[in-house]
């Protein structure tokens, strides 16, 4: 088995793609998202509940590869408690990740995220991990236009 | 000539990928092209590249007769009966679009039903989709059998004296499945509806006569079978095409053209507006050459092979579902238990064997079969169970990866 492989299918990202955590939907007046990668049918509902400005929680549903649901679970955990503009940094600084640029590791716990570096390798997987954190970009956008 | 043989021709499949010999199981996304095809656009465009119908000067003629020789070369092989009846198009997709916008919009109104069926691409649905909406029709599906097939007493049933098109793919690009298209057409027929026929999985694979099946509309697309991308081919009945009106307005369509009003030419140029696809034609036509030397007949037996073997082999593997009938064209659609076909088609990836995952452009087909995605391997005359093996070998690997990770 390829190194590259084993880069992609770290341990940390089984574990969330198997025991996700932030799984399930927000009710009572959260911000609910949508989103859907057309070209392979992966498919995310995001709730967030945002307040003062604040991610005070956020949850997932969904249906798609180990890669996408993994990336959902974590973003989840990553932006809670997180204000939203530093939410959005994130999202920047993940996006850099994924396209394999220098990315900024020091202005916030990147924590298990880190483990889907190896995601830019494999340029056809990109769009699995990044569903997550549009829909949440998307979400904190219709926010701040209401 | 053997399979083996055959792959020969195809320079592409020559190659590492992965540091693994590349095993490509996706020509039912799009075929390899052998080197005759790649010789002669090279050729085209290193001599006689030149615009068509308009030069009066020598490269113009030779561009023109490539052009209207592979119009010859199509109408043959499809079996149409004159060269008006067949129009270049872009593709499958603009050749069922063409027939949506200009025969769908100018004949349906509200009380009409277009009949299409849950295991159509999207290319023949969403056409009608909006026709439905424009006109104020009605659209139908014929539903399928549990292992994915149309049974004729659901056609009867669901064509109606009110159906205006009936629309059908010949090869179902996820199922496999082979429709029995001429029953359809003449159910269709008999109920005063216009039949046409998806042919882009079928034209490449099996034998197609125009006139046996009795369509009135037939699409498919030079790229799944060992031609260029960006061409395909709307054969359309002459007493029809005529009727209808053109949906692409400009250059190379036109008879006179005044300062308020227009004229057409005469078919099939009525329906090619701006400069056509020429070298993609000319493509077309040494891909027909290459596949009519080899023999459809010799191509759809080693077809049914594979995917006999494909499936047998597939079964040996546990947590494999295999979606479609049990009689098949060449292709193999799966998931395996635990991986999502994603995972999978990565994992095959990395071992050098291409094979598609996702929903396929059937997304209506997806809900029918309960799933998000699956993956599917497809063959072509290029194969060899050499690479099933290699495939079941790759699928093993991906199960025991997973089955080893959680």
Same mark, same amino acid.
């Given at each position: 088995?390829?190194?590259?492989?084993?880069?992609?299918?770290?341990q940390?990202?089984?574990d969330?793609?198997?025991?996700?955590?932030?799984?399930?939907?927000?009710? $009572?007046?959260?911000?609910?998202?949508?989103?859907?990668?057309?070209?392979?049918?992966d498919?995310?509902?995001?709730?967030?509940?945002?307040?003062?400005?604040? *991610?005070?929680?956020?949850?997932?549903?969904?249906?798609g590869?180990?890669?996408?649901?993994?990336?959902?679970?974590?973003?989840t955990?990553?932006?809670k408690?997180?204000a939203?503009?530093?939410?959005?940094? /994130?999202?920047? *600084?993940f996006?850099d +990740?994924?396209?394999?640029?220098?990315? $900024?590791?020091?202005?916030? $716990?990147? #924590?298990?995220?880190e483990?889907? !570096?190896?995601?830019s390798?494999f340029?056809?997987?990109?769009?699995?991990?990044?569903?997550?954190?549009?829909?949440?970009?998307?979400?904190?956008?219709?926010?701040?236009e209401e | 000539?053997?399979?083996?043989?055959?792959?020969?021709?195809?320079?592409?499949?020559?190659?590492?990928?992965?540091?693994?010999?590349?095993?490509?199981l996706?020509?039912?996304?799009?075929?390899?092209?052998?080197?005759?095809?790649?010789?002669?656009?090279?050729?085209?465009?290193?001599?006689?590249?030149?615009?068509?119908?308009?030069?009066?000067?020598?490269?113009?003629?030779?561009?023109?007769?490539?052009?209207?020789?592979?119009?010859?070369?199509?109408?043959?092989?499809?079996?149409?009966?004159?060269?008006?009846?067949?129009?270049?198009t872009?593709?499958?997709?603009?050749?069922?679009?063409?027939?949506?916008?200009?025969?769908?919009?100018?004949n /349906?109104?509200e #009380?009409?039903?277009?009949v299409?069926?849950? +295991?159509?691409?999207?290319?023949?649905?969403i056409?009608?989709?909006?026709?439905a909406k424009?006109?104020?029709?009605?659209?139908?599906?014929i539903?399928?059998?549990?292992?994915?097939?149309?049974?004729?007493?659901?056609?009867?049933?669901?064509?109606?004296?009110?159906t205006?098109?009936?629309?059908v793919?010949?090869?179902?690009?996820?199922?496999?499945?082979i429709?029995?298209?001429?029953?359809?057409?003449?159910?269709?027929h008999?109920?005063g509806?216009? +039949?046409?026929?998806?042919?882009?999985?079928s034209?490449?694979?099996?034998k197609?006569?125009? !006139?046996d099946?009795?369509?009135?509309?037939?699409?498919?697309?030079?790229?799944?079978?060992?031609?260029?991308?960006?061409?395909?081919?709307?054969?359309?009945k002459?007493?029809?095409?005529?009727?209808?009106?053109?949906?692409?307005?400009?250059?190379e369509?036109?008879?006179?053209? #005044?300062?308020?009003?227009?004229?057409?030419?005469?078919?099939?140029?009525?329906?090619?507006?701006?400069?056509?696809?020429?070298?993609?034609?000319i493509?077309?036509?040494?891909?027909?050459?290459?596949?009519?030397?080899?023999? /459809?007949?010799?191509?759809?037996?080693?077809?049914?092979? /594979?995917?006999?073997?494909?499936?047998?082999?597939?079964?040996e593997?546990?947590?494999?579902?295999?979606?479609?009938?049990?009689?098949r064209?060449?292709?193999?659609?799966?998931?395996?238990?635990?991986?999502h076909?994603h995972?999978?088609?990565?994992?095959?990836?990395?071992?050098?064997i291409?094979?598609?995952?996702?929903?396929?452009?059937?997304?209506p087909?997806?809900?029918?079969?309960?799933?998000?995605?699956?993956?599917?391997a497809?063959?072509?005359?290029?194969?060899?169970?050499?690479?099933i093996?290699?495939?079941?070998?790759?699928?093993r690997?991906a199960?025991?990866?997973?089955?080893h990770?959680?």
């Amino acid at each position: 088995m390829s190194s590259n492989l084993d880069q992609l299918y770290r341990q940390v990202i089984m574990d969330h793609y198997k025991n996700p955590r932030n799984k399930g939907i927000l009710e $009572d007046g959260a911000l609910t998202i949508n989103m859907n990668n057309p070209t392979c049918g992966d498919r995310i509902q995001l709730t967030l509940k945002v307040e003062d400005g604040k *991610i005070e929680s956020a949850k997932f549903d969904g249906e798609g590869c180990s890669i996408s649901l993994a990336s959902a679970s974590m973003m989840t955990q990553a932006v809670k408690g997180l204000a939203v503009e530093d939410a959005v940094k /994130l999202a920047k *600084i993940f996006y850099d +990740m994924m396209l394999g640029n220098d990315y $900024d590791d020091e202005s916030y $716990d990147l #924590g298990d995220i880190e483990a889907l !570096q190896g995601v830019s390798k494999f340029p056809a997987r990109i769009k699995c991990a990044t569903l997550a954190w549009k829909a949440m970009e998307q979400g904190v956008g219709k926010q701040e236009e209401e | 000539m053997s399979a083996k043989e055959w792959r020969k021709l195809f320079p592409i499949l020559d190659q590492e990928v992965n540091g693994k010999p590349l095993v490509y199981l996706d020509s039912a996304a799009t075929s390899q092209k052998p080197i005759q095809v790649i010789e002669t656009l090279e050729k085209y465009y290193k001599e006689y590249n030149s615009n068509v119908h308009r030069g009066v000067h020598t490269l113009g003629t030779r561009a023109t007769d490539g052009y209207e020789g592979a119009r010859e070369k199509v109408r043959r092989f499809i079996g149409a009966k004159s060269t008006q009846e067949i129009i270049f198009t872009r593709g499958t997709t603009t050749a069922i679009n063409t027939v949506a916008r200009s025969y769908g919009m100018a004949n /349906l109104a509200e #009380g009409d039903e277009i009949v299409i069926t849950p +295991m159509e691409h999207h290319s023949n649905i969403i056409p009608w989709q909006q026709v439905a909406k424009t006109t104020g029709a009605t659209l139908k599906y014929i539903p399928l059998q549990p292992d994915g097939t149309i049974d004729l007493s659901d056609v009867e049933k669901t064509v109606t004296e009110h159906t205006k098109i009936v629309s059908v793919m010949q090869v179902s690009n996820v199922l496999g499945t082979i429709n029995p298209i001429k029953e359809i057409a003449a159910i269709a027929h008999k109920n005063g509806a216009v +039949m046409m026929v998806d042919g882009a999985q079928s034209a490449p694979h099996l034998k197609v006569d125009v !006139q046996d099946l009795d369509c009135d509309f037939f699409a498919f697309s030079a790229h799944k079978m060992c031609g260029p991308t960006g061409i395909g081919v709307l054969y359309g009945k002459k007493a029809l095409l005529n009727k209808m009106e053109p949906v692409e307005f400009g250059g190379e369509m036109i008879d006179f053209v #005044g300062l308020q009003e227009s004229t057409w030419k005469e078919l099939p140029w009525k329906f090619e507006g701006g400069t056509p696809i020429i070298a993609g034609a000319i493509g077309l036509g040494a891909a027909i050459d290459f596949l009519e030397d080899i023999g /459809l007949d010799n191509i759809l037996k080693l077809e049914h092979e /594979l995917a006999g073997y494909a499936m047998e082999r597939l079964n040996e593997l546990d947590g494999v579902t295999i979606f479609g009938p049990k009689e098949r064209a060449g292709l193999v659609t799966f998931n395996l238990d635990d991986v999502h076909p994603h995972d999978v088609a990565t994992v095959l990836d990395s071992e050098g064997i291409a094979v598609r995952a996702g929903h396929h452009c059937a997304q209506p087909l997806m809900k029918w079969l309960d799933v998000s995605a699956t993956a599917r391997a497809s063959f072509y005359l290029y194969n060899t169970k050499d690479d099933i093996d290699t495939f079941v070998k790759g699928l093993r690997t991906a199960k025991e990866y997973f089955g080893h990770v959680f």
